[in-house]
């Protein structure tokens, strides 16, 4: 079966400082991979996805994530971090042959300071 | 549009009672899966309907079952509830592809005591 690590439970950056959230994946074939945030008390709001058409995918809000099959990765990144981005993030990966079967990571808890 | 939609938001339950938890899908999809958020944890899927038909399961204990309607709404039923059941519950709604967006609503909160 499919499955995504999400390399660190929290980080904390500074406010105007990049971003990045890690995400490593295993599959035999191509995955479809997604990211998703959770703010407190609320459901999950795709960020952005993968679907194979192209390896750098740009989200909203400012984040984008690498598809690199090389690395077996998918980080998510944000140039500059925004109070507002303070969440739990979840990295994702589509099981081949289930459609809309996800398989979710632990999440990472993204703290921004002032 | 009207996104996702469940009830209710809040509940709370006694040990061995059973609940029922109901979703409504986006408009035109007609795939409804339902997924489980322990506190601190990541969703973990339960069970995925298309056109009233069980398509995929999770690993949960027959306590847990679910139904979809003609309307593409679906109800997720657990009984003999368990303090362990405690968590949100999602509900998420797409059309059958892969790859598509998967779209899920706020959740409602179980808890069981």
């Known amino acids: 079966a499919q499955s995504v690590t999400q390399l660190g439970s929290h980080v904390s950056v500074s406010e105007g400082a990049l971003v990045l959230l890690r995400c490593n994946y295993s599959?035999?074939?191509?995955?479809?991979l997604f990211w998703y945030v959770q703010y407190p008390n609320q459901g999950l709001q795709l960020l952005l996805k993968y679907t194979s058409a192209a390896t750098l995918v740009k989200g909203i809000n400012g984040f984008e994530a690498e598809f690199k099959k090389s690395e077996t990765s998918f980080h998510l990144t944000k140039p500059s971090a925004h109070m507002s981005d303070a969440a739990e993030y979840f990295c994702?990966?589509?099981?081949?042959?289930?459609?809309?079967?996800?398989?979710f990571g632990t999440g990472t808890r993204l703290q921004v300071t002032l | 549009d009207a996104g996702v939609t469940q009830s209710p938001t809040h509940l709370i339950k006694t040990r061995g009672q059973q609940v029922t938890l109901r979703c409504s899908p986006i408009s035109g999809h007609k795939s409804v899966s339902w997924y489980q958020q322990v506190l601190g944890q990541g969703p973990q899927f339960i069970f995925q309907?298309?056109?009233?038909?069980?398509?995929g399961r999770g690993n949960f204990p027959d306590r847990f079952s679910a139904r979809q309607f003609p309307n593409y709404s679906s109800e997720l039923n657990v009984n003999a509830l368990l303090l362990g059941d405690s968590a949100l519950y999602l509900c998420?709604?797409?059309?059958?592809?892969?790859?598509?967006?998967?779209?899920f609503g706020e959740g409602s909160w179980l808890t069981v005591v």
């Open positions: 599959s035999s074939v191509p995955p479809y």
């Open positions: 309907y298309y056109e009233k038909e069980e398509r």
């Open positions: 998420a709604s797409s059309f059958l592809s892969s790859g598509n967006t998967i779209y």
């Open positions: 994702a990966v589509q099981n081949t042959g289930t459609a809309s079967k996800l398989t």
